[in-house]
């Protein structure tokens, strides 16, 4: 039975859907993007970041973009966390991990009464109006205001508490990969293997 979740969504620009790496996407939208090729569409539940690929390819791809990709700063980082929380309030979910890098985040999410689909669009929304609030969506000089998130992403189903804590690891981890410090967020809760709360049914 599936009792958490590690949730990978990038922002605009990152993982493109023809991705020579593969990608979560069924077809391309944008001509100027097809042309670098058709939808890389994968099952693969592990992260394909690090695998060999065309870098030249993915560049070019990324420069027919409509937009400027998004890498978020410092200050955008914390504004998109103060949108995880607020979703948190409003729902009830709890991370056991979280880290929102530059260009992609990383969460454990326990399971809930919701599809972990819609958890995640409900949290990059609360993100998205956050970024606004504060004056800092990354399109916010735009007209249309489009998403600074990509429509899906990755979501990978934990079983086990070996599971849980080796997804922990790897999202705490991944700062640390990339250089950077440990992040530590409020809204972040301790994974305990002893968790007494209702299974919910399978979805």
Known sequence: MVRAYHVIFTAYGFWLPNDPRGSWSDYVRRWEILRFGRATK??????????????????AAKRALRYRPVSFTGRQALSVAAGFRNAIARSDYRFHACTILPEHVHAVIARCAYKIEDVVGQIKGQATRQLKRDGLHPFGHLAE?????????????????????????????????????????????????????RAMPDR
Request: aromatic share 10%.
């Open 145 to 197: 205001s489009p998403s600074p998130w990509v429509r899906r992403g990755w979501n990978v189903f934990l079983n086990t508490d070996e599971d849980i804590r080796r997804a922990i690891g790897y999202v705490q981890q991944n700062p640390i990969k990339e250089g950077k410090p440990p992040q530590h967020w409020s809204f972040v809760v301790p994974f305990e293997s002893n968790d007494k709360r």
């Open 42 to 59: 994968t099952d693969q539940r592990r992260s394909l970041a690090r695998d060999e690929h065309d870098h030249r390819q993915r560049r």
